[in-house]
Every structure is written in C-alpha cells, then in structure tokens.
C-alpha cells in the first residue's frame, strides 16, 4: 500500500508540469541520456514485460545489442478492470524506476518525449485509443500480446498503421525459439504438420485464446506458416484442443492448459526429421528482433500473417459456440 501510495504521489506532482516526464533515480544505470540516443517510451506498467524490456535495454553490458535504443520514459497505465493486471502498476512502476525511466502523467506527454513505443499494456481493450495516440505522434511502435481484445479492434489498428504508413510490428517471444526458425526456413524439410502447446488461462474481457494461448497459437503459425482454411476446438475447463487444417491438407494443433506445469513447446513433422521445439529461453530473442524493427522500420512479421493468427483464434471461438463445429477462417471477419 505504501509504494501505491507513493506512485499516486507522484503522479500528481507530475501533473503540475503537465507535458514533462518525472525525474527519478537511476542508481547502477546510465545517470546521462547521450545525444545520439533512440529514445524508446513504454505505454502500460502492469506487466512484467515492462520492467525486463527497460532492463534490456538499459543494461550497459547490452549496449552492442540494443544499437543505442535506451528506454527511457513511461505511462504507467495500464488495466484498471483486471485485477490481475491493475495491482501491478504501483510494484512495477516502482522496478521500473530503477532502470533510470522517468514517470510520465499523459500517454501525450511521453509521447512528445521519445522516438519509439513498446505497448505493453497487458489489458488489450485499451490498446485502440492508446493506438490512435501512438498513430497521430507518428511514432514506430510494437504492440506486446495482445494485439486487442476483439477481432474488430486488431484490425482497427492494424488499419490505422496502414494509412498512416506506420510501421507496427507484434508477436510473441515463442516465435524466435531457435528450431522453430530452423523449422520454418526448411532446415529440416518441408513442414508436414506440427503441435505446439501452452498456457491458456482465460479472462472474460478478451476472446479466449487471445489472453495467453496466443503464445502457443503463434508458433504454430510460425512453423506451420499462413494457410489455414478451417478451424475445430476441444473445449474442457482446463483444456482447449484447436485442430487447424490448411489449404494445402496439412494439419496443426495446438493445445492450450490451464493446469499443470506452465511450459511451452511442441513438435515440428517434417519430411526430414521429427523435431522437438523444446528450447524456449525467454524474451531476448524477441528483443533483438525489436531492436532490428526500429532500426529498419520494417516489421519481421507480415501484417497479414499477425491478422491470421487472431482470425484462427476467433474461428476457434466461434467453433467452441457450437460444440465444435468446424469454421471456415474465410467465414470470419472483423464486424
């Protein structure tokens, strides 16, 4: 309760200067912002991801990797509805100090601040409005999991980007396993089918899978590449089992859980080799991959493909609705 209510403080003085971030300690990180530095601001305080993305790039041993990107703003909020997410903010606000990241009261004020925007609120209902902010500063921006909370709103903002030519890239860590990229550049063979699994705790405010099954549901795509033309789902209280046929006959599946040990994985049937994707190792991989996004300006995942993966989702939604029917991913739009 004591660093809510210092965060709250805070806040309120920074209000006083309306459009200017706070200052605070940055105690083992660079104390100066160097001139040439690509300054990166974080939307959304209320997932780990915050504070682990600032570490990275702050980290002075990571400065080969980071190419002079720092860190160095951010809007706490941020869920206000999800308890899950809402209790964070004051303890991450508080860890994210610590990385040398000043505070800032407005999305607008951090905005005018930095060069680049990592979206990390965890709560996706918010990211549309945040997203028209981020479209009207004109600031590159990766948008972390999940891209929205309804199929209407990932296209929303995908369409946004798109007139107003902004690059936007999203995808989970799990895509950059290392065999699932051998996989997918055909080390081992033309991809006959795959499974993947992971987590998929669910929340009432997001489409099922989009909560946290988006993890395993990407790196199917990632091995088994774009094409899906239907979609069945196994519903159970701690289990989803989604069985994807595409196009050219192939099948994956995913099964997402909700008890048990919280891993990730799966297999890759190639004509080559059975492959285990079994070397999960965290975010670093991903952020090497942000790095090179606001480098070049251009996203490593085709909008086309991100705006799949959640239609593969909603089809499996739409299956659950009724008993597993099969659904045609073409039957599925954003009205």
Known sequence: MASRREFVRSATLSTLGATFCMTVPTMRFKDAVAADTRKIGIIGLDTSHSPAFAQFFNNPANEAQTRGFRVTAAYPYGSQL????????????????????????????????????????????????????????????????????????????????????????????????????????????????????????????????????????????????????????????????????????????????????????????????????DDYNGNTALLNQIVQFFDTGKAPVPAEQTLEIYRFMTAADESKKRNGAAVLLADINPS
Not at 124 to 138: D, F, P, S
Not at 152 to 178: G, K, T
Not at 219 to 231: A, Q, S, Y
């Open 82 to 277: 999800i308890e899950s997410s809402r209790s964070r903010i004051a303890g991450y606000t508080e860890e994210i100090k610590r990385s040398g990241v000043r505070i800032c009261p407005s999305i607008k004020s951090l905005l005018s601040q930095v060069d680049y925007v990592l979206l990390e609120t965890n709560d996706g209902n918010l990211h549309l409005a945040q997203m028209r902010e981020i479209v009207r500063a004109k600031k590159p921006v990766f948008i972390d999991k999940p891209v929205a909370a309804t199929l209407q709103d990932v296209y929303s903002i995908y369409d946004l980007a798109r007139e107003a030519n902004l690059p936007v890239f999203s995808a989970s860590s799990l895509r950059y396993m290392v065999k699932a990229q051998q996989a997918a550049s055909g080390l081992y063979g033309k991809v006959l089918g795959a499974d993947t699994f992971s987590p998929a705790t669910l929340d009432q405010s997001h489409t099922d899978l989009y909560w946290y099954g988006i993890h395993g549901v990407e790196l199917l795509f990632t091995v088994m590449g774009p094409g899906c033309k239907v979609v069945q789902r196994v519903s159970g209280a701690e289990t989803d089992i989604v069985v994807g046929t595409w196009q050219d006959g192939r099948v994956g599946i995913f099964r997402g859980t909700r008890n048990g040990p919280h891993a990730y994985g799966g297999h890759v049937f190639a004509d080559k080799a059975v492959v285990s994707l």
